[in-house]
């Protein structure tokens, strides 16, 4: 819209737009406002939590609840189970889910339509957890770190996106290659996934989101407590902090309850508000581009 536009706008269109800014505002307040009351009420002392119900700016920054959260070493390595879980997971996924797409998206492929159909029918309907877990049992992964990637390694959700990104690109492209000498492997290294680039940033922080945010499966296939990811081990001193708040003799020793679970979301948060921002640029046209056909 060019400046002349803007200028002569009619009266209606101005009271229209402040209307849009207004209502746009109220809504990133309603997604930001609870957000920053979390992060407040990890850093709020004890009288603060205890006096007010809802803070914004703490008038007391206290790190109790951090310092309680870090306290022992084992939270240390359940970051890096989480940690080594979101990036082997994330590569396996990325590299199995990148492979099966690319096999889907070719009409030449024999048994392509029934494949299809289990994986749209898999979005639908699942084996169930017991059955998931006997499985996971037999083929030897209980206490093993990568039950935590295997029975989730590719989402038919992101394997349609990659699938419907790979259709939509022209068939001259591989055509062309072919007659070049290529096969189907340089093809997709060489050509098809250069230019999916937007769509596998997308499906690499689905995927990140994913691994990171594991617990089920820690707590169904991990035995051993020396294993556990770092969202367990969370979960475990939100259980210990609530069973010892009404204890008056460890006041002085764990900060209020609410604030160590505000703290507990934070630093399950953190991380992935910091990957974010180096993928946003693409995720919104790698979402999109996936979904152009069908």
Known sequence: MSKSSLVHQSLGSKIFNIVNYMILLLFSLACLLPFVNVVASSFASTAEIVSKKFVLFPTT????????????????????VSIGTTLVGTFVSMVLTALMA????????????????????????SGGMIPTFLVVKMVGLIDS???????????????????????????????????DGANDFLILWKIMLPLALPSIATLSLFYGVHYWNTY????????????W????????????????????SSVDII?????????????????????????QKYFTKGALLGAVKG
């Not at 030449?108 to 749209?120: D, P, Q």
């Open 61 to 80: 920054f206290s790190l109790d609840a951090y310092r309680y959260i870090f306290s022992t070493p084992t939270i240390f390595k359940g970051l890096g």
């Open 102 to 125: 690319y096999g889907l998206s070719r009409k030449y492929l024999f048994g392509r339509n029934i494949i299809n159909f289990l994986v749209v029918f898999s979005m639908l309907f």
């Open 145 to 179: 770190y990568w039950s935590l990637i295997i029975p989730t390694v590719i989402n038919a959700f992101n394997l349609i996106i990659m699938r419907n990104f790979f259709q939509a690109l022209p068939e001259s492209l591989e055509e062309s290659a072919k007659i």
């Open 216 to 227: 089920m499966n820690a707590v169904l296939y991990l035995n051993d407590s020396e294993k």
């Open 229 to 248: 990811p770092l969202q367990v081990l969370l979960r475990q001193i939100v259980i210990v902090s609530s069973g010892m708040e009404g204890d008056n």
């Open 255 to 279: 900060p209020p309850a609410q604030t160590i679970k505000m703290a507990v979301i934070v630093v399950a948060t953190v991380p992935m508000l910091i990957a974010y921002p180096f993928v």
